[in-house]
Nanobody, 119 residues
Framework: QVQLVESGGGLVQAGDSLRVSCAASGRILSNYRMGWFRQAPGKEREFVAS????????YYADSVKGRFTIFRDNAKNMVYLQMNSRKPEDTAVYHC????????????WGQGTQVIVSS
């Protein structure tokens, strides 16, 4: 099992940048895939981005392509989501998640960090 703790959320103006972080601990294997999801008020949780723990392929939701970047620092057991050109519709609770790469379901989740983008 992997423990995940997000941080770095806050209030930003539209167009500003923000980086949220995810500290991972526990049994992290090189074949894990790390993801960022978000849930806006009154909406279902949606996928934002993912990356292999060992590096390599990244995937993004169409709504964030070109604006958000997911990256990791294995030495620090950290996964980050750099968010640029923020829009009010990016307002949500952002969750970090982990799964074994060839499985469908993310098994481990963090509590989330709130990000609010004001117009």
């Amino acid at each position: 099992q992997v423990q995940l703790v997000e941080s770095g959320g806050g209030l930003v103006q539209a167009g500003d940048s923000l980086r949220v972080s995810c500290a991972a601990s526990g049994r992290i294997l090189s074949n894990y895939r790390m993801g960022w999801f978000r849930q806006a008020p009154g909406k279902e949780r949606e996928f934002v981005a993912s990356i292999y723990w060992s590096g390599g392929s990244t995937y993004y939701a169409d709504s964030v392509k070109g604006r958000f970047t997911i990256f990791r620092d294995n030495a620090k057991n950290m996964v980050y989501l750099q968010m640029n050109s923020r829009k009010p519709e990016d307002t949500a609770v952002y969750h970090c998640a982990a799964k074994v790469a060839d499985t469908i379901k993310y098994d481990d989740w963090g509590q989330g960090t709130q990000v609010i983008v004001s117009s």
